[in-house]
């Protein structure tokens, strides 16, 4: 378990003093600090979805990804090369196109795909 420490400071304009993750087991000890102009003290953030975590849009339907995961994982797709030409095949292509980086996003995708040991059918 971690114990973070924040003591004695002064923070100005900051947005957040400290962000730390959803569910965290962590123990915070923020005591004797001054804020001026602090949105938010302390910020315990949801850990990132699926489809943020691999850089594509909020709107991107799960089960497409899904989908494409599944493909990538029966025809043995490896590398990011094989990977960027499957997925322009694919209907998973008009959000990638959509995404702020899809060479990121197509190397998530394979590295994420092979990663995963086996997806249910129903998931």
């Given at each position: 378990m971690?114990?973070?420490i924040?003591?004695?400071n002064t923070m100005?304009g900051?947005s957040?003093?400290l962000?730390?993750?959803?569910n965290?087991?962590a123990i915070v000890?923020?005591?004797?600090n001054?804020l001026?102009?602090?949105?938010?003290a302390?910020?315990?953030?949801?850990?990132?979805g699926?489809l943020?975590?691999?850089g594509?849009?909020?709107?991107t339907?799960?089960?497409?990804v899904i989908?494409?995961?599944?493909?990538?994982?029966e025809?043995?797709?490896?590398?990011a090369e094989?990977g960027?030409?499957?997925l322009?095949e694919?209907?998973?292509w008009t959000?990638?196109?959509r995404?702020s980086?899809?060479?990121s996003?197509?190397?998530?995708?394979?590295?994420?795909?092979?990663?995963?040991?086996?997806?249910?059918p129903t998931?």
């Amino acid at each position: 378990m971690a114990k973070i420490i924040i003591d004695g400071n002064t923070m100005i304009g900051v947005s957040t003093g400290l962000s730390i993750p959803a569910n965290s087991s962590a123990i915070v000890d923020f005591t004797n600090n001054k804020l001026i102009g602090v949105q938010t003290a302390i910020l315990e953030r949801d850990e990132p979805g699926l489809l943020e975590s691999l850089g594509l849009p909020a709107d991107t339907p799960t089960e497409l990804v899904i989908e494409v995961l599944r493909a990538i994982k029966e025809r043995k797709i490896d590398t990011a090369e094989e990977g960027a030409s499957y997925l322009k095949e694919s209907k998973l292509w008009t959000y990638i196109e959509r995404s702020s980086n899809s060479a990121s996003v197509i190397g998530a995708i394979v590295s994420f795909a092979s990663a995963v040991i086996g997806i249910p059918p129903t998931w």
